[in-house]
């Protein structure tokens, strides 16, 4: 079982739908990942968050907005998405973020799907 | 960028047999993560490797980490139905933020056959 918990597991929404999708941890990382993954592909890096502070955002268009509110939670809000946005969204977790030594742990996913 | 190149993309072996997959990169390797991943589920964590030369074994799965640090190997040994999966090999490297990321290789597909 993953220590990284992702709701919901999947969802299906419109393209004028605003959904949210949710992570949450408590190992006590302080940095967590949103990384999205097609299908037969590697995960990408959408964004990362430091000490609930947003640090990288890899030219994600604006439809995706993240959230992280505390050191435990990382929302991802959705709004107005294309149907070529239906991927694997991933959440991750590590202790801190530029600490080399400390391996990312991953959510089990949500399977969207934009119709 | 850095890239990672994974060898084979696909293998199907019988239950039992021995396999290899290969991750090579175009750099220098400064940290080298295993992970496997079921389909449509998330990645599990498997080793990370740092030094050149380093190995590491967990149960039957062994990974090194080749001198030069540009190529890492996932020896699995007597395989078995519950090691089928895709396996995946991620770089960390400093972005120039300071944020340390992973970047991964496509995947190996591994199927065993009972």
């Known amino acids: 079982d993953t220590e990284v918990t992702q709701t919901p597991k999947h969802l299906v929404m419109g393209m004028t739908n605003k959904k949210s999708l949710k992570c949450e941890q408590h190992?006590?990382?302080?940095?967590m990942y949103w990384y999205k993954q097609k299908a037969k592909k590697p995960p990408e890096l959408m964004f990362v968050?430091?000490?609930?502070?947003?640090?990288i955002n890899e030219s994600v268009p604006s439809r995706f907005s993240p959230e992280c509110p505390n050191s435990s939670l990382l929302n991802l809000h959705l709004h107005a998405l294309q149907p070529e946005d239906s991927a694997l969204y991933l959440c991750?977790?590590?202790?801190?973020?530029?600490?080399?030594?400390?391996?990312?742990?991953f959510g089990n996913g949500t399977r969207l799907t934009v119709t | 960028s850095q890239e990672l190149e994974q060898s084979p993309q696909s293998l199907i072996v019988q239950e039992g047999k021995n396999l290899t997959i290969n991750c090579t990169s175009s750099?220098?390797?400064?940290?080298l993560y295993w992970y496997k991943q079921k389909y449509g589920e998330g990645l599990i964590f498997l080793m990370m490797?740092?030094?050149?030369?380093e190995e590491k074994s967990h149960e039957k799965i062994t990974a090194k980490l080749d001198e030069k640090k540009q190529q890492s190997s996932l020896h699995i040994t007597a395989s078995q139905p519950s090691h089928a999966g895709i396996y995946l090999c991620?770089?960390?490297?400093?972005?120039?933020?300071?944020?340390?990321?992973?970047?991964f290789g496509k995947g190996t597909k591994l199927s065993v056959i009972p």
């Open positions: 991620g770089a960390g490297a400093v972005s120039g933020a300071g944020s340390y990321q992973l970047t």
């Open positions: 968050y430091s000490y609930e502070k947003l640090s």
């Open positions: 750099k220098t390797l400064y940290g």
């Open positions: 490797l740092q030094k050149g030369g």
């Open positions: 991750a977790s590590r202790w801190r973020d530029r600490d080399q030594g400390s391996p990312l742990h």
């Open positions: 190992m006590g990382h302080r940095a």
